[in-house]
């Protein structure tokens, strides 16, 4: 069934659209149903409570665990791994989103209890590798590669419960660029505008004429860490892993397992049967820790539950919003009285308004009729203030201007 390769597979719970070259004889007379030349449309007819599975682009996300935001890759059904607008999901990208969402009143403890995790950006030289001529293409080369590059990951690994907590995320193959939406892979790049099958879908690809040409595969990968909670800790364990695949890739054993891997899938990828691994080509860079790690977490500011002024935090609910400066949010949060809640806050640079500000404001004593106090120490109702005791004196007190200034000067 060539021309329609694809159909449904619910044996042995499998739940997937294969192409595995055993077509079951129930699909003769019913190949206008049951067949597809599209992969991503049998998935989204049949499977599509899980498409992420259906369509083999799993990849790490968070979920609460417990007391904790924990991470894996593989998710059950019943786990909300759907794409479907009512499926609420309890799976999110980062740890900041799950501890921000998950653990709200206790965010902070949520970050230092759960498992830590970085990334890194990797490229490797492919010789011989052709250009995929269509996103259906890409999605079952870079299927074929993962397994690749997660393999040499592997050989980091002691156990292999060590093996489930690294994953490579495949990015672009040459000028191709690969990315996951709601399950689906969507090509940009060369590919950008294509659907995920076009014309050229089902023609044979020219590898006789790639055997020479290099194609640059670059990706990502993410590895949980159970044990290091210091920097010094994770960049060994970094330089390590990259250590590791490097040797990996330069001995062979990344050609041979990745060759291997595309003649026994199904179906065979024959455009990955004979390609290799440039020497010295595998390169890492932009090395992401967790900022809980680096200290480089970034503070803003929101209207929380100071009654006085805005507090600083660095995760955020939906419902809150975040500004980059104390003024920016005392304008909104605290319009009626700008200036003490910049004082109040810390200061706000853009009003010359610092923790230790002081203002003027009439108190009509005899003695004093301009004094100062704190900017901090305001009330909302007292608007009678002023920078300096000039502008004090020349608002209320004009006729004793000399008098007034003087009282204030001893």
């Not at 294509?194 to 590895?223: P, R």
């Not at 006085?308 to 949060?333: G, I, N, Q, R, W």
């Not at 009678?384 to 000399?402: D, G, H, L, M, S």
Request: with cysteine.
């Amino acid at each position: 069934m060539d021309d329609a390769p694809y159909y449904p597979d619910w044996q042995n719970d499998n739940q997937v659209c294969t192409n595995d070259g055993f077509d079951p004889e129930w699909l003769e007379i019913q190949r206008v149903n049951y067949l597809y030349k599209n992969k991503e449309a049998c998935c989204k007819a049949h499977f599509w409570w899980r498409i992420t599975q259906c369509m083999q682009n799993e990849e790490f996300k968070f979920y609460k665990n417990g007391e904790i935001c924990d991470t894996k890759i593989f998710f059950e059904d019943w786990e909300s791994n759907s794409p479907a607008d009512w499926t609420d999901t309890t799976q999110f990208d980062t740890l900041d989103e799950c501890c921000v969402n998950m653990f709200w009143y206790d965010i902070n403890g949520c970050m230092e209890r759960s498992p830590v995790m970085f990334k890194f950006e990797f490229c490797v030289d492919i010789k011989g590798l052709a250009t995929p001529p269509d996103c259906q293409s890409a999605d079952e080369w870079v299927n074929v590669l993962e397994d690749a590059i997660n393999n040499g990951v592997d050989l980091d690994a002691d156990t292999e419960a060590d093996q489930a907590l690294t994953d490579a995320n495949i990015t672009s193959i040459g000028n191709v660029t690969l990315t996951k939406e709601k399950g689906s892979t969507v090509c940009g790049g060369s590919l950008a505008g294509e659907d995920f099958i076009n014309d050229k879908t089902g023609q044979a690809i020219d590898i006789a004429s790639a055997a020479e040409t290099v194609t640059t595969v670059c990706g990502v990968i993410t590895v949980e860490d159970a044990e290091c909670t210091q920097e010094d800790c994770l960049r060994e364990h970094y330089q390590n892993l990259t250590q590791t695949i490097s040797e990996y890739v330069d001995d062979g054993s990344f050609k041979k397992f990745l060759n291997d891997r595309a003649y026994s899938r199904f179906p065979p990828v024959p455009a990955l049967q004979k390609v290799s691994a440039v020497d010295g080509s595998f390169t890492t860079n932009n090395l992401l820790l967790p900022a809980t790690i680096t200290g480089d977490q970034i503070m803003k500011f929101y209207h929380g539950s100071d009654l006085t002024t805005c507090m600083e935090k660095t995760f955020f609910l939906e419902t809150e919003v975040p500004y980059d400066s104390l003024h920016e949010c005392c304008k909104v949060a605290f319009h009626w009285d700008v200036r003490s809640c910049c004082a109040k806050g810390g200061g706000c640079p853009e009003l010359n308004i610092d923790a230790s500000s002081v203002e003027f404001f009439p108190t009509w004593f005899p003695d004093k009729l301009c004094d100062s106090k704190a900017s901090s120490s305001f009330e909302a109702w007292e608007v009678n203030r002023f920078e300096t005791a000039e502008e004090c004196c020349n608002a209320f007190f004009p006729n004793q201007k000399t008098e007034c200034l003087n009282q204030h000067a001893v």
